[in-house]
């Protein structure tokens, strides 16, 4: 049986004792950041939510990616607080700046990342595919911050990757002010900018297997430590086809969420941006996309 097999099995996981690695949870990544009902996978409707109502979120777009028609937008040039759908560009850098077996020392500054993050200790090392798989299963702002300093030298210079990928890829609505989506005035983006960056980033192969990960385990290579990953999207598993890809949320973004999903010979990108009831939106406008000839 494998490790990770294993701690599926084992029931609730409590923090290591000071002799013994045993896999650490943290109860706030673990915890329901939603404030929505439990999740309907089948509409009612045959349309969407959105069709219903302009209010189910700031930026919509619905793309059906086989034929590449747009089925469903509202809002989708208007520049929003991406909040964590930011570390799609974050990794998307990474892959191609970095190599995953490089060795990454932890900082201060990363170990310090606020909101939503592992707790990973200053010193402690991790090799950069680790780190990876945390900040886009858990959308761990220490990794994210710990991997961009190894990658730019510097959280600012990588930074400027990030916006230098942005405009070779013509996303004219897109700037980036930090590497992990906190809100700032100079950090924004669009539904349509931010679906053309997951197009992208789905074409690397590494990036399309980590966001469909619903579980993960991860451990520095110089201390006897064990980090549980669980995915943030609550659609894998639960939604059939879905294949991620990135959840996000601060005070000035609300709830985001990018999905990706495959389905009867279809495949469906959808973009939501400050979403009301996050995931029956989601599931909503899933339905009503697959149900489109």
Same mark, same amino acid.
């Given at each position: ?5 294993? +701690? ?5 996981? =409590? %923090? ?14 673990? /915890?329901?950041?939603?404030? !929505? ?16 109502s302009?209010?189910?979120?700031h930026?919509?777009? +619905? ?12 809002? *989708?040039?208007?520049? $929003? ?8 560009? *974050? ?5 191609e *700046?970095?190599?995953?077996? !490089?060795?990454?020392?932890? *900082?201060?500054? /990363? ?24 900040? &886009?299963?858990?959308? /761990?702002?220490?990794?994210? +911050?710990?991997?961009?300093?190894h990658?730019g ?15 070779? $890829? ?5 700037? %980036? ?5 906190? !809100? ?6 669009t539904?349509a ?10 074409? !690397?192969?590494?990036?399309?297997? &980590? ?32 294949? @991620? ?8 973004? @609300?709830?985001?969420?990018i =999905?990706?999903?495959?389905?009867? @010979?279809?495949?469906?990108l ?24």
């Open positions: 049986m494998s490790a990770l097999a294993a +701690l599926m099995a084992a029931g609730p996981l =409590a %923090f290591p004792a000071p002799t013994v690695a045993q896999p650490i949870v943290n109860r706030a990544l673990l /915890a329901d950041q939603d404030d !929505d009902a439990p999740l309907a996978l089948r509409s009612r409707s045959r349309q969407p939510q959105a069709l219903r302009q209010h189910s979120a930026g919509i777009l +619905l793309k059906d990616l086989t034929t590449g028609r747009t089925l469903y937008e509202y809002g *989708s040039d208007r520049r $929003l607080s991406p909040a964590s759908l930011t570390k799609i560009m *974050s990794a998307l850098v990474i892959l *700046s970095g190599r995953q077996e !490089d060795l990454v020392t932890v *900082s201060r500054t /990363a170990a310090a990342a606020p909101k939503t993050h592992l707790r990973l200790r200053p010193g402690h090392v991790y090799h950069l595919g680790d780190l990876l798989k945390a900040m &886009l299963i858990t959308s /761990a702002n220490d990794a994210c +911050l710990a991997a961009a300093e990658v030298g510097s959280e600012e210079r990588f930074v400027a990757l990030m916006n230098a990928k942005a405009a070779a $890829l013509g996303l004219a609505d897109t700037h %980036f002010s930090n590497a992990c989506g906190f !809100d700032a005035p100079e950090h924004y983006a539904a900018d931010l679906a053309k960056l997951s197009e992208v980033a789905l074409q !690397d192969p590494v990036f399309r297997s &980590l966001v469909r990960e619903e579980l993960q385990l991860i451990s520095p290579v110089n201390a006897n430590r064990t980090y549980l990953l669980k995915n943030t999207n609550r659609l894998l598993g639960k939604f059939p086809g879905v294949e @991620g890809v990135k959840t996000g949320f601060t005070s000035r973004a @609300g709830r985001c969420l =999905a990706k999903v495959s389905q009867d @010979g279809k495949e469906l959808l973009v939501l941006l400050h979403a009301n009831r996050r995931w029956n939106t989601a599931a909503s406008l899933i339905n009503y996309g697959l149900q489109q000839r």
